[in-house]
């Protein structure tokens, strides 16, 4: 009997341990079965980037959830496929900061239900930045992009932190201010319009807030400044931004003593400012009514008054009869007063955008005889006037100035001069600058016409030659050739004339897409600057205009000339210069684009002694692609 039992026994421990392992089995294999059904999140994220460059897709699937997708400064290139992302159900930061993505950001991507934190900063993702509903995201990073408007903030309920700074949106995202959690909020670097406070959300409840550099109207009292800092509102706006420095200093209290008199003694305060305030717009009223006699008209037919004995030019009242000389039209009788009625006050309806220049304010202004031009503001020295009080030399170096002409450069065509205040007229450039034409229009995916002000027929036909190899060697060639004429000087004097700050949004753009200098302020014995640092500054352009990449830094240029040294030029030339021609058209526009690179690698030779002249580069660059016969 024991013999049996023992036996029992082990045969029912045996039974047990079957049970117990099919029952694994069977749970393994019920796991592996829902990993097989549902996609796995490498495979998402195979398909979400697989048309994005330098990026390590998964070799194999997981069922591992994917919580953080982190590849910052990673050099990732290509069109990212948004709306795959929002299929990550587990995703909570994504961080492709610092990077090359280009195109929009699908607004399918921020239906992600646990998604926190995105920061794509330091991109050239563009157009519209459309958000859809999204319950949990509180930080938010779009700054050093290229987007236009921003529609469906409000949707971001939960939202926090919030930059949209460094970007070229040209209105107030509305909505903004349903935004009652928000803790930080930058909108600096944009071109935005809207009414300061109305439009943002309670500041009360902001630790950080920078509006600068923008076009906002609006009052900011000294409660604000001190709690922000004056840089924060720094050329927030034009002149109907209002912002108080100090605080108002509180209306006296009569001494009372008794309810009675008190309530007397401030409904005398109140009567007596009244009358005071009533008395002094009068007077104002008055002086204007005198002192506006020169007329204009405007684009409705309305008249328009201007002071006869001062104007406001930025912040300084200067005389308005100042004479306006125009070099071309010397019968021409204008006085800054003109000036001021074809800029409507040197407001911000006339202000050109402008990022690159180290002038002042430029303007827009249609004077008689439909000349369109651009008065620009004087701030610091300009290339053969000397900095002196004596207006004559002045003139003088403004006349030598303007004998300056040449295909690529952008003439001067006029000045005036009001006591140390200095005004100088180009001629307007319809298509934008070298920035715009290359980062800004909306090649990818084109923005409807009613949510842009350009004309869509110009933007289709420019963005069609953003893609235009033989459209960008022309560019490079006309740079080179007009830097080239700045550094053999003036006529006889021997003197070199360098630019100094030769960036994309200082190559103004013709009908033709001819590219024009402009914004050229320095010679030789003026500053740091050389001829050896414009050809430094210019084979940072070649660079930008062969591979599309804008941002450049030491860094990045150090990284450049890595890739070219290795002889894999080809590999960084823009993307959309490869989709466009096929064939042998392809290979040829590869190859003289790296050659092309080849020259920006010699201009940016740590080395000065070691660069090529300015007419060296001429020569070298009409010998990669020559100019077709007539």
């Known amino acids: 009997m024991p013999y049996r039992r023992r036996v029992r026994s082990l045969l029912s421990l045996l039974l047990q341990v079957i049970v117990a392992a099919s029952a694994t089995a069977s749970s393994l294999y019920n796991r592996s079965s829902n990993c097989t059904r549902l996609l796995p999140d490498a495979e998402i994220v195979r398909n979400a980037f697989l048309h994005v460059g330098n990026f390590p897709l998964p070799r194999r699937s997981a069922c591992h959830p994917v919580r953080r997708l982190r590849f910052p400064s990673s050099n990732l290139t290509g069109v990212l496929r948004w709306e795959e992302l929002a299929n990550l159900s587990s995703l909570l930061t994504l961080d492709l900061s610092g990077n090359s993505l280009q195109r929009d950001i699908h607004a399918a991507f921020w239906r992600a239900p646990s998604l926190r934190a995105v920061d794509v900063s330091g991109n050239r993702l563009g157009g519209a930045l459309r958000f859809e509903p999204s319950a949990r995201l509180s930080s938010l990073d779009v700054s050093g992009n290229r987007f236009i408007s921003v529609d469906g903030v409000d949707m971001l309920a939960a939202l926090e932190n919030l930059d ?116 002094a717009l009068v007077i104002f009223a008055g002086c204007v009514a005198c002192g506006f006699r020169r007329r204009k008209k405007d684009k409705d037919g309305k008249t328009v008054s201007w002071a006869e004995e001062e104007v406001v030019v930025g912040a300084v009242k200067v005389a308005a009869t100042a004479p306006v000389v125009v070099l071309e039209r010397p019968l021409m009788d204008l006085t800054l007063a003109d000036l001021a009625a074809a800029t409507s006050g040197f407001g911000r309806d006339s202000q050109l955008g402008d990022v690159g220049g180290r002038s002042g304010a430029a303007y827009r202004a249609v004077l008689p005889g439909d000349l369109d031009v651009v008065v620009r503001v004087v701030e610091g020295g300009v290339s053969g006037v000397e900095e002196d009080d004596d207006a004559a030399a002045t003139a003088a170096g403004f006349r030598e100035l303007a004998r300056l002409r040449h295909p690529n450069i952008l003439p001067l065509l006029g000045y005036c001069i009001a006591g140390k205040e200095k005004l100088l007229l180009y001629e307007y450039m319809e298509k934008g600058d070298l920035h715009r034409w290359l980062h800004e229009l909306p090649t990818g995916s084109m923005v409807d016409a009613q949510e842009t002000s350009i004309d869509m027929s110009d933007v289709k036909e420019d963005s069609q030659s953003v893609c235009d190899w033989p459209t960008r060697h022309r560019m490079i060639l006309g740079i080179a050739r007009g830097l080239a004429f700045l550094h053999q000087g003036w006529a006889g004097s021997g003197r070199p004339i360098v630019h100094g700050h030769l960036v994309p949004t200082n190559i103004l753009l013709g009908d033709d897409l001819e590219p024009r200098i402009s914004d050229f302020m320095h010679h030789v014995g003026g500053g740091n600057e050389t001829p050896e640092s414009d050809v430094y500054n210019f084979g940072i352009l070649v660079f930008e205009l062969v591979t599309g990449q804008s941002k450049w830094d030491e860094a990045t ?4 000339r890595g890739v070219i040294r290795n002889k894999k030029g080809e590999n960084i030339v823009d993307a959309m210069l490869r989709e466009v021609d096929a064939g042998a058209a392809r290979q040829e526009v590869k190859r003289e684009a790296a050659e092309c690179l080849q020259v920006g690698f010699l201009c940016t030779a740590p080395s000065q002694q070691k660069r090529p002249t300015m007419q060296q580069v001429v020569g070298v660059l009409k010998d990669i692609r020559p100019a077709p016969a007539d």
């Open 557 to 560: 240029v150090a990284w450049a």
């Open 164 to 279: 949209l700074s460094g970007n070229t949106v040209a209105a107030v995202p509305e909505g903004l201010l349903r935004l009652t959690r928000i803790r930080r909020l930058d909108l600096s670097g944009n071109m935005m319009a809207g009414l300061f406070p109305d439009d943002f959300p309670p500041l009360d409840g902001i630790d950080f807030l920078n509006i600068s550099h923008n076009r906002f109207s609006g009052k900011v009292d000294a409660h604000t400044v001190r709690k922000f800092g004056l840089s924060a509102f720094s050329q927030a706006g034009n002149a109907s931004l209002f912002i108080e420095e100090t605080e108002p200093a509180p209306a006296p209290i009569p001494p009372t003593s008794g309810r009675k008199k008190h309530r007397r003694g401030v409904l005398i305060v109140v009567v007596v400012c009244t009358v005071v305030a009533v008395a």
